[in-house]
């Protein structure tokens, strides 16, 4: 699963993002929100830890920008403003959850396994569609406790479907999952990843339906 950290302070966010990795988070950080804004656009991500004193502008206003953008992922807020008042705006605004530095690495760890626990349905356990079981702390899939046998894209796709079951997904959204490593996509490439997954999981009880003008819903087969 792939975080995306908002913190202007260097030596905390890289003791962060080592924390977070070693439990098997995939982490980038942003130090502005006009950054964070950024990469938002260009990649996708499963949590948002934001902090309100960015040098650029509020966190804060980064915060109401993103939700009127009706952008899903949990926030959870990491800042040194500690009053009930901010707190109470902070999740007035779209934040999911609300941390005041200090802080123990270890309560940051747990909240943030639970907001993913919440939105997600586990957290270094596994999620199953079907036959299909996601091991969320590696993103790989298998059938059988054997790897499913797919490219590394395709498997990209699969796990955002998983992660989102019974949820329709947009095509935004599986761009932005594709396009982490910077490679452009062609018009169509959506379409064939999709074609070609449903090929890969078909006798596996999961199929994906295409929800006309929306996206894409991953879902158990139904016994005929």
Do not use: W
């Amino acid at each position: 699963m792939k975080i995306l950290l908002v913190e202007d302070d260097e030596v905390l966010a890289d003791g962060l993002s080592h924390t977070l990795n070693k439990g098997g988070f995939k982490v980038s950080v942003a130090n502005t929100g006009a950054y964070a804004e950024q990469l938002l656009i260009a990649e996708g991500f499963e949590l948002l830890i934001l902090d309100l004193g960015l040098p650029d502008m509020d966190g804060l206003i980064l915060l109401k920008k993103l939700r009127r953008q009706q952008l899903s992922l949990p926030i959870l807020i990491l800042t040194a403003r500690d009053s009930m008042n901010e707190r109470i705006e902070g999740i007035s605004q779209g934040a999911d959850d609300y941390m005041t530095k200090p802080f123990e690495l270890k309560e940051l760890e747990a909240r943030v396994q639970a907001l993913i626990r919440r939105c997600y349905g586990g957290f270094n356990s596994s999620i199953s569609v079907g036959d299909l079981r996601l091991d969320t702390s590696n993103g790989q899939i298998k059938v059988n406790d054997e790897l499913l046998a797919i490219s590394a894209r395709e498997m990209a796709v699969l796990e955002l479907l998983i992660l989102q079951h019974g949820k329709v997904v947009s095509k935004d959204r599986i761009a932005q999952q594709l396009s982490s490593s910077g490679d452009m996509l062609a018009d169509n490439a959506i379409e064939v990843y999709i074609h070609r997954i449903r090929k890969h999981i078909s006798p596996y009880g999961a199929s994906i339906r295409t929800i006309r003008g929306l996206g894409y819903l991953l879902e158990e087969k139904q016994d005929d």
